[in-house]
């Protein structure tokens, strides 16, 4: 039933908001906007300036079209929920495709201790940015696995489907199929096999644009982007760096797909085996 109201809500928001429809609950919410609220106060009241997203949201508040409170604490919130459900799941099915992939993991690992070698074994923002087989990686399992299969957009003006006679009119709900993309053979060749070169600097150029949208694109890209990968690069360095990971017997494969979850998701749980490097 949950499931049914989001894609209502997706499809119809201005419906669902008469009928009344809530998909998160009360207590969650209320929450959610006390803490927002309370900061905004915070820092209002005691003139506390931090670089963050709140602080830009605080600044459009200022501004001639001013956000609302509730404005804000819904922008917060959408942050988060991009942030963190999708690097969980990113980061799980990375691990699955390591622990699957021996040779993959240990360039990897050998990448992570080269690195912090340089920045006296220090996780920060400069030696994270250096791992760009890390970034290879994260790209290949976003292309195989796209925490969000889908995407909604709403047609601004009519849109004349090139080599075709159809068009696509004017308010018009368009579903893009990520996952479709990301695993079409005409895209990417042999799509089911697990290649962080597809996204090498030599390489990475010829994929077709919009072909690989695993945020999204354009001005309606992922809020939580930059957030969630630097999250999911942080936490894949502090577990590569210390485990080596293998896939566990109570790992079932081939997948089954959770058919009621919007984030991409296997019915039963991924399990691996850690063993500790150091």
């Known amino acids: ?41 915070y820092r209002t009241q005691n003139n506390v300036v931090r670089n963050d997203m709140l602080q830009i949201l605080m600044k459009l ?9 509730e404005e804000i604490a819904a922008q917060a919130f959408v942050f988060f929920l991009a942030g ?22 240990h360039k990897l690992r050998r990448e992570i201790d080269q690195v912090l070698q340089k920045h006296n074994n220090k996780i920060t923002h400069e030696s994270i940015t250096e791992m760009t087989y890390m970034n290879q990686v994260i790209d290949e399992t976003l292309r ?33 199929p990520v996952l479709g993309l990301h695993r079409d053979p005409e895209y990417f060749p042999d799509p089911n096999k697990f290649d962080p070169d597809r996204f090498s600097d030599d390489r990475k150029d010829t994929i077709r644009p919009f072909t690989y949208i695993p945020f999204g694109e354009g001005p309606r890209l992922c809020i939580g982007m930059r957030f969630g990968m630097m999250q999911t690069k942080v936490g894949l360095t502090c ?40």
């Not at 419906?15 to 609220?37: E, H, I, M, Y």
């Not at 957009?153 to 006679?165: E, S």
């Open 144 to 176: 195989k696995y796209p925490p969000v299969s889908f995407i909604t957009r709403q047609c601004v003006k009519d849109y004349l489907v090139p080599d075709t006679d159809t068009v696509i009119e004017k308010g018009t709900k368009v579903m893009i």
């Open 84 to 105: 963190f459900e999708t690097s969980s799941t990113t980061m799980t099915f990375c691990l699955y495709e390591l622990a699957t992939n021996q040779d993959i993991q």
């Open 61 to 69: 508040q200022q501004g001639n079209q001013a956000l609302t409170i």
């Open 239 to 278: 577990l590569l760096k210390n485990y080596m990971f293998s896939v566990s017997s109570k790992t079932k494969i081939p997948f089954k797909w959770d058919k009621f979850s919007f984030i991409l998701t296997t019915e039963t749980p991924i399990w691996l085996d850690a063993q500790k490097i150091r």
């Open 1 to 41: 039933f949950h499931t049914l109201k989001v894609l209502f809500s997706a499809v119809k928001p201005k419906w669902a908001r008469q009928f009344g429809l809530v998909l998160l609950p009360k207590d969650s919410t209320t929450f959610f906007f006390n803490v927002v609220q309370d900061t905004v106060k």
